[in-house]
């Protein structure tokens, strides 16, 4: 009895993780897409992308050019075949079978977007109110209700900010150094 008690006792990480460009590389499938679909027109090279939302860089291209870049996110199967981020897989699999961590996927949905109920994990539009440790995420700036979230923001570097300055966050570039590992253990330390 008494090592049931210590086993519920265990204080465990609770590590969220977002699904666009930290797991899936949302961007890079995108342009593909874009590209494949619109030959002719005007596009953003990833190297160039410094905007989280897409349309920050493309709506100004061209009359219809909103409605193209929505076409292409919003098409069935888009989410269901985003090919993964390098190593991301691996890493959190490893990272789920560590000792004392417990690994969620914490994404929000696009708001009218018809197919997410059936290809993209939703856990919370507000990630702000989701309990945990740390939360890894591509996103520079999460705002929601809770201004003083229970996580502490772990920013993974992707295309649309990798050259911005962030103070007081940590950074993780990718999934293939092991510098994960590291991140991990050093939270766990603080439990």
């Known amino acids: ?36 679909k619109y030959p002719n027109d005007p596009f953003v090279p990833l190297e160039e992308r410094n905007t989280f939302y897409l349309g920050d860089q493309y709506d100004g291209m061209s009359d219809d050019m909103h409605d193209k870049v929505r076409s292409i996110y919003h098409a069935e199967g888009f989410f269901r075949d985003l090919p993964e981020i390098e190593g991301a897989l691996d890493a959190l699999k490893e990272m789920s079978e560590m000792k004392g961590v417990d690994v969620f996927i914490c994404s929000s949905p696009l708001f009218d977007y018809t197919y997410s109920p059936k290809e993209k994990i939703i856990l919370a539009r507000d990630k702000t109110l989701v309990n945990g440790h ?9 705002k929601g209700a809770c201004t003083d979230p229970t996580w ?8 649309h900010n990798k050259n911005i300055k962030v103070k007081g966050k940590k950074r993780l570039e990718n999934w293939t150094d092991g510098s994960w590992k590291t991140l991990i253990e050093d939270f766990q330390k603080r439990l």
């Open 134 to 142: 740390i939360l890894i995420d591509d996103r520079v700036d999460i």
């Open 1 to 36: 009895m008494s090592k049931k008690i210590g086993l519920m006792a265990e204080k465990r990480l609770r590590v969220l993780v977002d699904m666009d460009q930290v797991i899936a590389d949302f961007e890079g499938y995108f342009l593909s897409q874009f590209r494949s």
């Open 152 to 159: 502490q923001h772990v920013l993974f570097t992707a295309c």
